[in-house]
């Protein structure tokens, strides 16, 4: 048999309809209770080939028991499952031909690295010497080749994590599912892991499901992100759109924890909403909630925020507070005017730091200024 | 040896391993030493008093002749005709048993080890407390119960089962079901111990990347929980070797095994120089036992990074 370029199609990877039509993954109307409690309420989505997708959110938001009902390792109330166009809903999760990456790695501390990463192989009867040949290279791109004849408890929580990553993809399955697989690593070995993910799926054009509660990492990683709460996805969008035009309070505080500035609709056109906030000021924002007399809500990320002379912006304050966070200050003004309370925090370079005690005047895009109605508070 | 080790000796390059009596010097000039010493004194003279001794005059009993002096003759005999069929004969029947309790503790120590913690501890209450009953009541309880009029063959009769009732006492049978029975705590509770350290997620990692459930029983289970298996076959038979009781209540003539041998050798023929022989050979057999259970081990180490090489 000549040897191809491609990937020869294994029987699970081929029985999963790889070749057939369509996404690689479709989710509908997913719900699941857990004793009364709706653990997740009707969650759809769909996924296309190559993406790299996040569910973001807190624990108990649904996130991790959508991914184990994509997974079968927990089986929905109601909804479905498509994997590559076959519906899956029903099935074990050895018959769904998905890659799944655990948070506690779970190599099998019987094998060596070598062998855990066979494995997969061997299952799907992989001859020898293609094994060999799959097994080097996917170690060879993980940077494990070194390690393959060690025992999984010989490896760092690192290389341990990188070898599951490795098992996972061995077998090219059509979706990868990872849950919070850099949870239990130290913040610097996580940020080299993520930027590793992000490679070797960029490289290998992996379909990659990831869950976590760090929205950072959601943002570094992921070309889409459904940010849950309750069992319901609030907003599935891009990084970009999440940050910069987030539909509910919750996603702004999520992802960017946005300053909230209560007033009402002073004016509304087709360009913009004008807020007059309750500290006297008037904002301009994105067209987007509220009629005029309304109560409502202008949220902005303290990174979209600038300073300006006094009374020439929206609001002007009082700088109560200032702290580098390496190349960033982080700067709190206390708001003049009206009866607010809160302060507005803002992220500014470095380099123009106010000083304490200096009346200031704030500043925003009203591209990045959003509106919500002020019924639920956000957070 | 020591007058030269404690001479000043004009030292040589590097000060190379110390010999004997300088390290021991030095060791003993430890304070922590000297008083990890002290209080291992009970200890020593308790296992030199009831431990040592005993098996050193066993020892020398084996190896006196009938008008004292040195001989082998109690070992050649051990060796010879009926008693070394006995010999075998124990060996078989420990085989037996282990093997039998091996498979029956694997099924029960993993049902238990997939319960709940509270019906676990009930189940495990009820594998062991039998354990804490006297040998002899429960083997009489087998003896009711294997009997030709017992429960077991009533009810194979009742049900017209061809054969019935079969001979389940005083033969292999009872003896390997009465043992077996015996030894059955101690292989659950080391399956168990082994079993509950196993983290089922494994096996649900495994069928996420395909195994079915044979496969993964066969592929992850299973050697996980080898060491276990390992360890309480080893020991099951070790226990058995010299086990006396269900052997003698519930075996024939052909079912006798060394322990019994023994007993007959000194309490009917007053033979004690061919009793001490045969404790020393189950001595010898228990150590040759355990030699057995870290030569598979490390038969198994070697084996796994052989698997590696390939």
């Not at chain 1, 940050?243 to 056109?269: I, S």
């Not at chain 2, 990692?205 to 459930?213: I, L, P």
Request: hydrophobic letters at 45%; a positive charge.
């Amino acid at each position: 048999m000549p040897e191809t370029d491609v990937m020869p199609e294994l029987s699970l990877a081929s029985a999963a309809g790889l070749t057939g039509s369509g996404k690689p993954l479709s989710v509908t109307r997913l719900r699941k209770t857990y004793g009364g409690v709706t653990a997740v309420d009707e969650v759809s989505m769909e996924i296309a080939a190559g993406e790299f997708v996040t569910f973001l959110g807190s624990s108990g938001s649904g996130k991790t028991t959508t991914l184990m009902m994509i997974a079968g390792f927990c089986e929905p109330d109601s909804g479905s499952v498509v994997v590559g166009g076959r519906d899956v809903t029903r099935l074990a999760p050895q018959k769904r031909g998905l890659g799944f990456v655990f948070q506690q790695y779970l190599l099998f501390p019987h094998m060596t690295v070598w062998e855990n990463v066979a494995f997969p192989l061997q299952l799907r009867g992989v001859s020898k010497a293609e094994q060999r040949r799959r097994v080097g290279e996917t170690l060879e791109m993980a940077g494990l080749s070194a390690m393959a004849r060690r025992r999984p408890r010989e490896l760092s929580g690192g290389q341990q994590q990188r070898v599951a990553l490795c098992r996972a993809l061995v077998y090219r399955p059509p979706v990868i599912l990872m849950d919070e697989p850099l949870g239990a690593l130290d913040k610097k070995l996580r940020d080299q892991l993520q930027n590793e993910i992000k490679r070797i799926q960029q490289e290998l054009g992996l379909t990659v499901i990831y869950v976590t509660h760090d929205q950072e990492e959601a943002l570094v990683l992921s070309d889409r992100i459904a940010v849950m709460r309750d069992g319901r996805i609030d907003q599935f969008d891009t990084p970009q759109e999440l940050f910069e035009r987030p539909r509910t309070p919750f996603v702004a505080d999520f992802l960017g924890a946005a300053n909230f500035l209560p007033g009402h609709v002073e004016q509304r056109t087709s360009g913009h909403t004008l807020v007059r906030l309750d500290t006297g000021g008037v904002v301009k924002a994105r067209p987007q909630a509220g009629t005029e007399g309304a109560r409502v809500r202008a949220a902005v990320q303290p990174g979209r925020l600038a300073l300006c002379p006094p009374d020439d912006g929206f609001c002007t304050g009082t700088v109560e507070t200032v702290t580098y966070v390496g190349t960033l200050v982080r700067v709190t003004v206390r708001p003049l005017g009206g009866a607010a309370t809160e302060l507005v925090r803002l992220e500014l370079p470095a380099g123009r730091a106010p000083d304490l005690g200096e009346r200031v005047g704030l500043t925003a895009d009203p591209a990045n200024v959003s509106v919500f109605p002020d019924t639920e508070h956000g957070g | 040896m020591a007058g030269t080790a404690l001479a000043p000796t004009p030292a040589p390059a590097a000060p190379a391993p110390a010999p004997g009596k300088r390290g021991l010097g030095r060791a003993l000039s430890d304070r922590r030493t000297r008083f990890g010493l002290l209080n291992a004194t009970p200890v020593v003279v308790y296992l030199l008093i009831l431990f040592v001794y005993p098996i050193f005059s066993t020892l020398m009993l084996s190896l006196k002749g009938e008008e004292g002096g040195f001989t082998l003759q109690w070992y050649t005999d051990a060796f010879q005709g009926a008693n070394l069929e006995i010999l075998l004969t124990t060996l078989r029947i420990s085989a037996e048993t282990s093997l039998l309790a091996l498979v029956v503790g694997f099924v029960l120590a993993s049902a238990i080890s997939r319960l709940k913690p509270l019906w676990a501890g009930l189940a495990m209450l009820v594998v062991v407390v039998p354990h804490f009953i006297s040998a002899l009541v429960r083997t009489y309880g087998w003896i009711i119960l294997l009997g030709d009029n017992g429960v077991v063959n009533n009810a194979l009769t009742d049900m017209h089962v061809p054969g019935a009732p079969v001979q389940l006492l005083y033969n292999e049978i009872g003896v390997v079901i009465g043992t077996t029975a015996v030894m059955l705590p101690y292989t659950v509770l080391l399956l168990f111990a082994v079993m509950k350290g196993i983290d089922r997620r494994l096996l649900a990692a495994a069928a996420s990347m395909g195994a079915g459930r044979i496969t993964i029983f066969r592929r992850v289970y299973v050697p996980l929980v080898a060491p276990g298996l390992v360890n309480a076959g080893v020991l099951c038979f070790i226990l058995c070797l010299g086990y006396y009781l269900t052997p003698a209540l519930m075996g024939g003539e052909k079912q006798t095994m060394v322990a019994s041998l023994i007993d007959e050798q000194v309490m009917k023929q007053n033979q004690w120089n061919g009793a001490s022989a045969l404790g020393i050979i189950l001595l010898l057999l228990t150590f040759a036992g355990l030699l057995l259970l870290r030569l598979l081990k490390s038969a198994g180490e070697a084996l796994r990074n052989r698997g590696t090489a390939s």
